[in-house]
């Protein structure tokens, strides 16, 4: 059963290295195979778009996704385990992809695991349709890779 944030507000904040030890835990309680300090702070030194999700100095989720010529690549979204199921993990998508027409995006895009059904649904609610799927694209338990649906959302 998920914890009900007793706020009112939200706000994005720009994802720091210097917040990253507010990130690194909720990335490694929401996934088996966590992105590093390393894979977030590459992502900010190549000048990707990151975002926190914040209610006060609380870290709700957050995203990394990348710009391309007419288009934006989704790299990582997760809500705080103990915070999903309250629509946070929309209103990020709600708001990368009013980013994403800014930046004069065409097309968002993503992978997600095929196991991940949960954040599969939350995508399709948000208009993503499934264009392919790429083989052994992730890792897996013992040494074994995981295949990746992949999804698009037409801006």
């Known amino acids: ?17 210097a917040r990253l030890g ?20 590459d992502s900010l030194r190549a000048g990707y778009e990151a975002q926190l999700l914040c209610a006060g100095d609380e870290v709700l989720g957050y995203f990394v996704a990348m710009k391309g010529v007419d288009e934006v690549h989704l790299l990582n979204l997760t809500v705080a385990p103990h915070l999903q199921g309250q629509g946070w993990g929309r209103l990020m998508l709600d708001a990368l992809a009013i980013w994403s027409r800014g930046q004069g995006a065409q097309w968002l895009w993503l992978e997600v695991r095929v196991g991940n059904v949960r954040a599969q649904k939350v995508y399709e609610r948000s208009g993503f349709r499934r264009v392919g799927q790429r083989k052994a694209y992730y890792p897996s338990s013992a040494g074994r890779r995981e295949d990746a649906i992949v999804m698009s959302l037409k801006l």
């Open 22 to 41: 507010q990130v690194l835990p909720i990335e490694r309680s929401a996934y088996e195979h966590p992105w590093t300090s390393g894979n977030f702070a």
């Open 1 to 17: 059963m998920s914890a009900v944030l007793d706020t009112r507000e939200a706000a994005f904040e720009p994802m720091t290295e």
